[in-house]
């Protein structure tokens, strides 16, 4: 409390610290002599410089206010968690064992959200950034034993998969370089043998049954089976692509390279969606692809059934061929997302995926984010562009109920920024980003590396939103796809 007279006004000058109050006091510094508007203007000067990096122009201002609020969310997370000590040097109070240590320390950010397409955007526009985050985990590894896969601030048990691995992975094959990927990957190595002893949902849950059968059964009393199994094949797949880069010995990855097609375990010949098996193999009888079953996370198999990010062909094939998967993806839109949900017990996933009354599209959560770019694998890009903008349209904007369901640490924003963009990594770890449709008529990117990528779509409207045809760097371009 400050006594004061009437119209006084009090400027406090306030710094925290998760090391000590005398780093606290060292971390007020930085203030130099900056008054309260100095501060203000230096907050803005920064984020203009930053939201700057890509440049939008368009008629509809609704659509700027909703990308660069989306741009902004995506860049708020994950959270630096170290400070700069009284020599200059990076030091970071360890979560994970309680020491203060020197180097980067980051949190905040559950992987199973962001490895789809937040951490992909800051390899695309802020590698540098995801360097020092690269560090960090090297650091969880040292202090814990584990790489995180939901850290708040340390391990949290909360969602499943290995998805550290495509954080990993991603950076690593996207170019970004100067940390220790030679620990991150005896990291990687360690924790798909291994589940941490208090948090199980750091390391791999349900390994020996996924070694052992390829798939974790659902009568072996790992839930989430289905998630799981599908995550940790995809999750192979990319460490298999990290050991490739690291010239590991072949004998060494081919287990990950087998792995990876282990989503085929959990396919229902029948159903033609991914369902839960047993230990004897069977799939169940009453197996409902509509139902938010325990095999599941926060969703059902139409949600997860596309959870095969590194082999579409793959998935198409075991579907029946493009045009049965096609008609797969378009049944998503169809099937009633409501039937029957109310007599269970309502998660708030649930009730957003009624409220967007996209039948089975559930874009309030992450598992389904990336289905509509699949259209592309079975050569249907125009229904691709069709879905992309009318998500954008339909479940963005940019008003205080502007997001469809949770925001999860910039993953759901993120989606929108590459969408918005007209190109979506798809599948973190390959060095490809399908493409959609833009949304403005003019945009232009500064890379860290100096380059400038613009993207013109002249005749682009809320009606036009098909691509008829694509010239890059002025020459006619013929895949639906661009490279890192
Ligand atoms: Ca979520």
Request: aromatic fraction near 14%.
């Amino acid at each position: 409390g400050f006594s004061t007279s009437h119209d006084e006004q009090v400027h406090a000058r306030v710094a925290s610290s998760f090391i000590s109050e005398e780093q606290a006091l060292i971390n007020l510094e930085e203030l130099g002599d900056a008054d309260f508007d100095n501060v203000v203007d230096k907050g803005k000067q920064r984020w203009n410089e930053i939201l700057g990096r890509i440049e939008v122009e368009d008629d509809n201002f609704d659509n700027l206010r909703t990308f660069y609020s989306s741009f902004y969310r995506s860049i708020l997370f994950p959270r630096n968690f170290s400070e700069v000590d009284g020599a200059g040097k990076i030091v970071h109070y360890s979560p994970y064992n309680g020491k203060v240590l020197p180097g980067y320390m980051f949190t905040d950010t559950g992987f199973w959200d962001t490895f789809r397409s937040l951490f992909p955007f800051l390899n695309f526009l802020f590698p540098s950034e995801n360097v020092k985050m690269q560090e960090g985990l090297v650091n969880a590894y040292k202090e814990s034993g584990f790489l995180p896969e939901w850290a708040s601030p340390g391990h949290r048990d909360i969602m499943v998969g290995n998805n550290s691995a495509s954080v990993v992975a991603d950076a690593y094959l996207k170019g970004l370089r100067g940390y220790d990927i030679e620990t991150l990957w005896e990291a990687l190595k360690h924790g798909v043998n291994n589940v941490h002893p208090e948090v199980s949902a750091t390391g791999r849950k349900g390994y020996e049954y996924y070694n052992k059968y390829n798939y974790i059964p659902n009568d072996a009393g790992v839930d989430q089976n289905v998630a799981r199994t599908l995550e940790y094949a995809y999750n192979d797949w990319t460490i298999y692509r990290l050991g490739k880069a690291l010239n590991k010995p072949q004998r060494e990855i081919d287990v990950y390279a087998k792995r990876a097609t282990n989503y085929k375990q959990l396919y229902h010949p029948k159903r033609k969606l991914m369902a839960g098996r047993a230990t004897d193999g069977s799939f169940s009888n009453s197996f409902n692809p509509t139902d938010w079953s325990r095999d599941f996370t926060e969703g059902n198999s139409w949600h997860y059934s596309w959870s095969v990010f590194h082999d579409p062909q793959g998935l198409i094939q075991l579907m029946g061929g493009r045009k049965q998967f096609s008609k797969l993806l378009d049944s998503v839109f169809i099937i009633p997302g409501s039937k029957g949900m109310e007599s269970r017990s309502m998660i708030h996933e649930m009730r957003e995926m009624q409220v967007m009354d996209m039948g089975q599209y559930a874009h309030g959560n992450q598992p389904i984010q990336h289905m509509v770019y699949l259209y592309n694998y079975a050569g249907e890009p125009w229904k691709t562009q069709y879905w992309a903008r009318e998500i954008m349209d339909k479940l963005y904007a940019p008003t205080p109920d502007g997001y469809c369901g949770d925001e999860d640490n910039g993953q759901t924003s993120a989606w929108y920024v590459f969408s918005a963009l007209g190109f979506y990594p798809l599948c973190p770890g390959s060095n490809e980003y399908v493409l959609g449709s833009p949304l403005f008529k003019s945009v232009k990117i500064e890379l860290e590396n100096g380059k400038e990528i613009s993207i013109n779509a002249d005749n682009n409207s809320n009606e036009n939103r098909y691509v008829a045809e694509v010239t890059l760097n002025g020459k006619k371009y013929t895949k639906n796809y661009l490279t890192h």
